[in-house]
């Protein structure tokens, strides 16, 4: 199904999210380090909770399933989550640890610099047993990064969230989402990123992703294919202002980003991958029409575009009207 304007409508089938939700601090001023920053406003935030939201503000359905800590901010990134129409029957609240907090900061150079606080934090302690299995059941697309991995007893419930997901027929999306601070080494990041890439239909990894797994300081075709895998569906690198190129089996190519004063990139990778996965969760065969997924891919381009315009991740997360305002202009 397209709409009037060549672009597939939005699905109902529903989007499990699977990960860490947080809260992000940001100075209150641009440009400076984490040290220099006179004080910082909360953002929530989150890579798995962003695309939840992504998807339900442009009216698909989605769930978020992790653990919160049984405090005022996890009250608070819950309460956030359902205001914006995402299922939250995936959460689990942890007495003893505290919702994860990461002081961010968009330095002059325009690169991000992360301070994270979990020792352990609430996410880090879900169990497999505390998964809401029918939920991960019921989803056509389960989506989910890598931070999940790093340590027990989290990596434990990832693992086992994936394979239900993936007996129940669901699209297993995944964005690894690199956060090296968060790592014990680079290497042993690259080794847990890459020990799940074989079960992903659909990976999205982002240019500066794309060189720390494959060693390679080319952004061309023969690098970003050195991480195809044969039950791979769609292969995203995405290049910021630049766009996304695409690879699938029978073709490949590039969209063009979209020119917009950007503020702060933050949440533009998880609005883009909200985008495309509400876009193709009722007509996965959108995955092997090219004309389509370029359709698709402009609209995703749009939504990540929007997303920087504006500071913090969920707040600027776009309608699907301001994308197709975009798009038109």
Not at 237 to 261: I, S, W
Not at 300 to 314: D, L, Y
Request: hydrophobic fraction near 45%.
């Amino acid at each position: 199904m397209a709409s009037s304007n060549g672009i597939p409508t939005t699905g109902t089938g529903l989007i499990v999210s699977f990960g860490e939700m947080l809260i992000d601090f940001v100075p209150t001023v641009s440009g400076v380090s984490l040290a220099e920053a006179p004080g910082f406003l909360k953002a929530p935030g989150g890579a798995p909770a962003n695309v939840a939201i992504a998807v339900s503000r442009l009216g698909g359905k989605a769930a978020f399933v992790g653990k919160l800590g049984d405090d005022e901010f996890g009250h608070m990134l819950a309460g956030i989550l359902k205001e914006n129409g995402v299922v939250a029957e995936g959460i689990t609240f942890d007495q003893g640890a505290r919702t994860a907090l990461a002081f961010v900061t968009l330095r002059a150079d325009g690169e991000r610099e992360f301070m994270f606080y979990r020792n352990p934090s609430a996410d880090m302690l879900l169990k497999p047993e505390e998964l809401n299995l029918e939920l991960i059941r019921s989803a056509k697309v389960f989506h989910y990064g890598s931070i999940s991995l790093i340590v027990e007893p989290c990596r434990s419930a990832h693992l086992k969230a994936l394979e239900v997901a993936k007996e129940a027929g669901c699209l297993l999306s995944y964005d690894p989402n690199l956060r090296l601070p968060l790592w014990p080494s680079a290497d042993e990041a690259r080794k847990q990123i890459l020990s799940i890439w074989e079960k992903a239909d659909l990976i999205k990894v982002s240019d500066n992703e794309l060189e720390f797994l494959t060693g390679s300081d080319k952004i061309d075709d023969a690098t970003a294919l050195t991480l195809w895998h044969p039950n791979l569906k769609l292969l995203l690198v995405t290049l910021g202002e630049h766009g996304a190129r695409y690879y699938t089996k029978n073709f490949h190519g590039q969209v063009d980003g979209f020119k917009v004063n950007t503020v702060d990139t933050t949440g533009a990778g998880d609005s883009f991958v909200g985008a495309l996965l509400a876009k193709i969760v009722d007509d996965q065969a959108i995955l092997e029409d090219e004309s389509r997924l370029r359709e698709v891919l402009k609209f995703a381009n749009a939504c990540g575009a929007i997303t920087t315009t504006k500071k913090g991740a969920i707040p600027a997360l776009p309608k699907e009207e301001d994308v197709l305002n975009l798009i038109k202009a």
